[in-house]
Protein backbone atom coordinates (compact mmCIF):
# COMPACT_ATOMS: atom_id res chain seq x y z
CA UNK A 1 0.00 0.00 0.00
CA UNK A 2 1.27 3.49 -0.89
CA UNK A 3 2.26 6.38 1.67
CA UNK A 4 -1.64 7.82 1.32
CA UNK A 5 -4.03 5.23 2.75
CA UNK A 6 -6.91 6.98 3.39
CA UNK A 7 -7.96 8.56 0.02
CA UNK A 8 -6.49 11.89 -1.55
CA UNK A 9 -4.64 14.37 1.11
CA UNK A 10 -4.83 11.95 3.75
CA UNK A 11 -1.27 10.47 5.21
CA UNK A 12 -1.34 7.07 6.21
CA UNK A 13 0.77 7.94 9.27
CA UNK A 14 -1.29 11.12 10.24
CA UNK A 15 -3.15 9.11 12.89
CA UNK A 16 0.25 8.84 15.18
CA UNK A 17 1.24 11.72 17.07
CA UNK A 18 4.43 13.01 15.75
CA UNK A 19 5.21 14.20 19.06
CA UNK A 20 4.91 10.37 19.86
CA UNK A 21 7.08 8.90 17.42
CA UNK A 22 9.91 11.34 18.18
CA UNK A 23 9.72 10.16 21.97
CA UNK A 24 9.28 6.43 20.66
CA UNK A 25 12.90 7.02 18.47
CA UNK A 26 14.68 8.83 21.19
CA UNK A 27 14.08 6.15 23.70
CA UNK A 28 15.88 4.10 21.01
CA UNK A 29 19.57 3.99 21.90
CA UNK A 30 20.68 2.31 19.28
CA UNK A 31 19.64 5.08 16.35
CA UNK A 32 21.99 5.22 13.72
CA UNK A 33 22.93 8.56 12.33
CA UNK A 34 21.00 7.92 8.89
CA UNK A 35 18.24 7.04 10.76
CA UNK A 36 18.08 10.11 13.38
CA UNK A 37 18.58 12.14 10.01
CA UNK A 38 15.90 10.87 8.15
CA UNK A 39 13.55 10.70 11.17
CA UNK A 40 14.38 14.64 11.63
CA UNK A 41 14.12 15.40 7.85
CA UNK A 42 10.55 13.27 7.44
CA UNK A 43 9.16 15.06 11.05
CA UNK A 44 9.73 18.62 9.27
CA UNK A 45 7.93 17.18 6.37
CA UNK A 46 5.36 16.28 8.06
CA UNK A 47 4.92 19.13 10.31
CA UNK A 48 5.10 21.22 7.44
CA UNK A 49 2.61 19.46 4.58
CA UNK A 50 -0.01 17.63 6.98
CA UNK A 51 -0.34 21.00 8.95
CA UNK A 52 1.40 20.28 12.30
CA UNK A 53 1.92 23.57 13.97
CA UNK A 54 1.03 23.09 17.25
CA UNK A 55 4.07 24.50 20.15
CA UNK A 56 4.74 20.63 21.40
CA UNK A 57 5.47 19.49 17.82
CA UNK A 58 7.93 21.61 16.88
CA UNK A 59 9.64 21.63 20.75
CA UNK A 60 10.10 18.18 20.19
CA UNK A 61 11.87 18.15 16.55
CA UNK A 62 14.05 20.76 17.89
CA UNK A 63 15.01 19.13 20.98
CA UNK A 64 15.61 16.18 18.64
CA UNK A 65 18.08 18.13 16.56
CA UNK A 66 19.85 19.46 19.27
CA UNK A 67 20.07 15.94 20.91
CA UNK A 68 21.40 14.39 17.72
CA UNK A 69 24.08 17.55 17.58
CA UNK A 70 25.36 17.27 20.89
CA UNK A 71 25.22 13.13 20.54
CA UNK A 72 27.51 13.26 18.10
CA UNK A 73 29.85 15.80 19.28
CA UNK A 74 30.08 14.15 22.47
CA UNK A 75 30.97 11.01 21.17
CA UNK A 76 33.34 12.23 18.93
CA UNK A 77 35.08 14.16 21.41
CA UNK A 78 35.13 11.07 24.12
CA UNK A 79 36.65 8.30 21.48
CA UNK A 80 38.81 10.17 19.03
CA UNK A 81 39.51 14.02 20.14
CA UNK A 82 42.06 15.79 22.72
CA UNK A 83 41.58 19.40 23.19
CA UNK A 84 44.76 21.22 24.57
CA UNK A 85 42.57 23.78 26.21
CA UNK A 86 44.87 27.32 27.15
CA UNK A 87 44.79 27.18 30.53
CA UNK A 88 47.44 29.26 32.73
CA UNK A 89 47.65 28.05 35.39
CA UNK A 90 51.75 29.78 36.61
CA UNK A 91 54.96 30.44 34.81
CA UNK A 92 55.26 26.97 33.15
CA UNK A 93 52.13 26.69 31.70
CA UNK A 94 53.74 26.55 28.14
CA UNK A 95 55.77 23.67 28.73
CA UNK A 96 52.52 22.23 30.34
CA UNK A 97 50.75 22.73 26.84
CA UNK A 98 53.75 21.11 25.09
CA UNK A 99 53.49 18.11 27.62
CA UNK A 100 49.78 17.63 26.66
CA UNK A 101 50.39 17.70 23.41
CA UNK A 102 53.24 14.75 23.06
CA UNK A 103 51.01 12.98 25.15
CA UNK A 104 47.91 12.95 22.71
CA UNK A 105 50.06 12.47 19.78
CA UNK A 106 51.51 9.52 21.74
CA UNK A 107 48.29 8.28 22.60
CA UNK A 108 47.16 8.32 18.57
CA UNK A 109 43.93 10.59 18.74
CA UNK A 110 42.36 10.77 15.59
CA UNK A 111 41.77 14.56 16.23
CA UNK A 112 43.60 16.75 18.02
CA UNK A 113 42.66 20.61 19.00
CA UNK A 114 45.35 22.89 20.16
CA UNK A 115 43.98 26.39 21.87
CA UNK A 116 47.44 27.80 22.81
CA UNK A 117 48.61 29.92 19.59
CA UNK A 118 51.90 30.03 19.37
CA UNK A 119 52.40 25.72 20.04
CA UNK A 120 49.88 25.73 17.40
CA UNK A 121 51.90 27.38 14.86
CA UNK A 122 54.63 25.75 15.73
CA UNK A 123 53.06 22.38 15.35
CA UNK A 124 51.34 23.41 12.07
CA UNK A 125 54.68 25.18 10.53
CA UNK A 126 56.48 21.60 11.34
CA UNK A 127 54.29 19.79 9.87
CA UNK A 128 54.34 21.94 6.70
CA UNK A 129 57.90 21.55 6.40
CA UNK A 130 58.09 17.91 6.35
CA UNK A 131 55.55 18.25 3.90
CA UNK A 132 57.74 20.44 2.13
CA UNK A 133 60.47 17.54 2.38
CA UNK A 134 58.40 14.81 1.40
CA UNK A 135 57.31 16.35 -1.82
CA UNK A 136 60.49 17.92 -2.46
CA UNK A 137 61.69 13.42 -2.58
CA UNK A 138 59.08 12.80 -4.60
CA UNK A 139 59.33 15.56 -7.28
CA UNK A 140 63.15 16.16 -7.66
CA UNK A 141 63.55 12.10 -7.91
CA UNK A 142 61.10 11.77 -10.50
CA UNK A 143 62.94 14.50 -12.21
CA UNK A 144 66.02 13.04 -11.84
CA UNK A 145 64.38 9.34 -13.34
CA UNK A 146 62.53 10.95 -16.38
CA UNK A 147 65.22 13.71 -17.22
CA UNK A 148 67.02 11.12 -19.30
CA UNK A 149 63.69 9.97 -21.17
CA UNK A 150 63.16 13.55 -22.05
CA UNK A 151 66.78 15.40 -22.57
CA UNK A 152 69.91 13.97 -25.00
CA UNK A 153 72.20 11.78 -22.82
CA UNK A 154 75.08 14.09 -23.52
CA UNK A 155 72.67 16.86 -21.38
CA UNK A 156 70.27 15.39 -19.27
CA UNK A 157 72.96 14.36 -16.39
CA UNK A 158 73.36 18.14 -15.87
CA UNK A 159 69.31 18.01 -14.83
CA UNK A 160 69.05 14.95 -13.53
CA UNK A 161 72.58 14.34 -11.09
CA UNK A 162 71.15 17.76 -9.35
CA UNK A 163 67.55 16.47 -8.93
CA UNK A 164 68.80 13.48 -7.62
CA UNK A 165 71.34 14.50 -4.69
CA UNK A 166 68.51 17.48 -3.93
CA UNK A 167 65.76 14.50 -3.84
CA UNK A 168 68.13 11.84 -1.59
CA UNK A 169 69.29 15.08 0.87
CA UNK A 170 65.95 15.77 1.47
CA UNK A 171 64.63 11.91 1.90
CA UNK A 172 67.78 11.78 4.35
CA UNK A 173 66.51 14.79 6.60
CA UNK A 174 63.14 13.51 6.22
CA UNK A 175 64.52 10.51 8.12
CA UNK A 176 65.96 12.42 10.25
CA UNK A 177 64.28 14.54 11.60
CA UNK A 178 60.79 13.86 10.67
CA UNK A 179 60.43 9.96 10.44
CA UNK A 180 59.88 8.59 14.18
CA UNK A 181 58.29 11.82 15.18
CA UNK A 182 54.89 11.78 16.04
CA UNK A 183 53.36 14.69 14.90
CA UNK A 184 54.46 13.21 11.11
CA UNK A 185 51.25 10.55 11.28
CA UNK A 186 49.47 14.38 11.47
CA UNK A 187 48.02 16.74 9.05
CA UNK A 188 46.57 20.13 9.72
CA UNK A 189 42.82 19.99 9.14
CA UNK A 190 40.98 22.64 7.35
CA UNK A 191 37.99 20.37 5.62
CA UNK A 192 35.23 22.67 7.31
CA UNK A 193 32.59 20.23 7.67
CA UNK A 194 34.69 18.00 9.39
CA UNK A 195 35.67 20.55 11.56
CA UNK A 196 32.22 21.33 12.18
CA UNK A 197 31.46 17.83 13.66
CA UNK A 198 34.52 18.57 16.79
CA UNK A 199 33.37 20.25 19.87
CA UNK A 200 35.40 23.24 19.34
CA UNK A 201 32.28 25.35 20.52
CA UNK A 202 33.79 24.75 24.01
CA UNK A 203 36.49 26.42 22.88
CA UNK A 204 37.95 30.39 24.24
CA UNK A 205 40.13 30.74 21.16
CA UNK A 206 38.45 31.32 18.18
CA UNK A 207 41.66 30.09 15.47
CA UNK A 208 42.31 26.81 17.34
CA UNK A 209 44.67 24.51 15.12
CA UNK A 210 43.27 20.84 14.26
CA UNK A 211 45.16 18.11 13.50
CA UNK A 212 44.13 14.77 12.44
CA UNK A 213 45.62 11.64 12.36
CA UNK A 214 46.73 10.18 8.80
CA UNK A 215 47.94 7.05 7.73
CA UNK A 216 51.70 7.81 6.42
CA UNK A 217 52.93 4.42 5.74
CA UNK A 218 52.33 4.61 1.67
CA UNK A 219 53.96 8.28 1.12
CA UNK A 220 56.71 6.94 3.24
CA UNK A 221 57.16 4.23 0.72
CA UNK A 222 56.53 6.09 -1.98
CA UNK A 223 59.20 9.33 -1.18
CA UNK A 224 61.80 6.33 -0.23
CA UNK A 225 61.40 4.48 -3.40
CA UNK A 226 61.96 7.30 -5.41
CA UNK A 227 64.73 8.84 -3.37
CA UNK A 228 66.40 5.16 -3.41
CA UNK A 229 66.07 5.15 -7.49
CA UNK A 230 67.34 8.06 -7.87
CA UNK A 231 70.48 6.95 -6.01
CA UNK A 232 71.14 4.15 -7.57
CA UNK A 233 70.68 6.38 -11.26
CA UNK A 234 73.19 8.79 -9.62
CA UNK A 235 75.85 6.00 -8.86
CA UNK A 236 75.29 4.66 -12.37
CA UNK A 237 75.54 8.24 -14.12
CA UNK A 238 78.85 8.70 -11.94
CA UNK A 239 80.70 6.03 -12.63
CA UNK A 240 79.81 6.17 -16.05
CA UNK A 241 81.23 9.86 -16.43
CA UNK A 242 84.14 9.27 -14.11
CA UNK A 243 85.11 5.95 -14.25
CA UNK A 244 85.07 5.02 -17.71
Not at 11 to 29: C, M, T, V, W, Y
Not at 132 to 158: E, I, M, N, Q, W
Not at 175 to 204: M, N
Request: proline residues 4%; hydrophobic residues 35%; glycine residues 6%.
Amino acid sequence: MGPWSGGLGTPALDHIPIQAQLSEEKRDGLMSRKLRECLLGTCHIQAQCWGYHDENTFSALKELEVDSLLYFRVSLSATDCYIVHEIYNGENAQDQFEYELEQALEAQYKYIVIEPTRIGDETARWITVGNCLHKTTVLAGTACLFTPLALPLDYSHYISLPAGVLSLACCTLYGISWQFDPCCKYQVEYDAYKLSRLPLHTLTSSTPVVLVRKDDLHRKRLHNTIALAALVYCVKKIYELYAV
